[in-house]
């Protein structure tokens, strides 16, 4: 499932191909037709990331909602578009005389066009999101520290802090020296205020980078100048020796996902 820095990177760079624009909307494999008419040749205003939500605002004053979950994509083509094949959720093609643009989307878990109550109920549910100017980290800081489920279960809870998945929540406890299974309530408010900092500053290099690294090159060892590949970006996801002291990495099921830690960097 994609991380917040993703759905952000989104909402950039197709706001930029398609904000400001009158928009055919279409949805060829045909479930998500009768939304699309509703908003089919509207203008888009804007595209709004929040967590893993992104938000279509169009000109009807109506909002689309698209949650990619784990298996929701997008498909940007400049210029002619495709032959739509197979389960297309949703197609957005740009309709005035400029660059034409096609995005299409497949196998989202949420496609849909509503009404701004539905939005505002969605956000509601949510936490702050380390990417949005409008955040409140002592909304995050506090349920961090007052609930006695494990840190590892929280970070993934979106309505702790919306945005964090398995890679980043992994990689800011190894940061912290927290085991995943500590209570939150274990867990001391400087330790909340630095994994809120944290989970901002990676975010924003995600963001930035178009991917996650959230290891320090000149501590693993890495040339300055050289990209650093995908099984050498983090600390403990998917590694099978920790890089700070040589100790095997181990695993254990925290909100029903697999989280990476170190025993001897993590030990409580």
């Given amino acids: 499932m994609p991380e917040g820095h993703t759905i952000h990177r989104i909402a950039r760079d197709h706001g930029r ?15 998500f037709a009768a939304d699309a008419e509703r908003v089919d040749g509207a203008t888009l205003d804007r595209i709004e990331a929040y967590g893993k939500h992104l938000f279509y ?57 509503a009404p701004p109550d539905e939005r505002a109920a969605i956000v509601e549910r949510l936490g702050p ?3 949005r100017r409008d955040a409140d980290p002592e909304r995050a800081i506090t349920r961090l ?21 398995n890679i ?10 927290i085991h ?9 408010g400087d330790e909340a205020t630095s994994m809120w900092d944290m989970s901002v500053d ?20 890495w040339p300055r100048g050289r990209r650093i590949p ?17 100790d095997g990495i181990r695993t254990v099921d925290v909100a029903n996902r697999t989280c990476y830690y170190c025993p001897t960097d993590q030990p409580g």
């Fill in 57 to 113: 605002w169009w000109s009807t004053g109506e909002i689309g909602h698209v949650h990619l979950g784990l298996f929701g994509k997008y498909r940007v083509t400049m210029g002619e578009p495709p032959e739509p094949k197979g389960a297309l959720r949703m197609r957005l093609q740009t309709a005035d005389d400029g660059d034409p643009v096609t995005i299409d989307l497949r196998g989202p878990t949420a496609c849909t066009v």
């Fill in 168 to 177: 980043y929540r992994a990689e800011i406890l190894f940061l912290h020296g």
């Fill in 17 to 31: 191909l398609l904000v400001g624009r009158p928009i055919r909307v279409s949805s060829p494999q045909g479930r």
């Fill in 230 to 246: 995908r099984d050498e970006a983090t600390y403990v996801y998917q590694r099978d020796v920790c890089v700070r002291c040589g």
């Fill in 180 to 188: 995943p299974q500590r209570p939150g309530t274990k867990c001391t």
């Fill in 129 to 131: 999101d380390p990417l």
């Fill in 202 to 221: 990676m975010l924003r290099a995600g963001l930035k980078a178009n991917r996650i690294v959230t290891v320090d090159r000149d501590e693993i060892g």
């Fill in 145 to 165: 520290t007052r609930s006695r489920r494990a840190a590892g279960d929280l970070l993934l809870d979106q309505s702790v802090i919306a945005g964090l998945g």
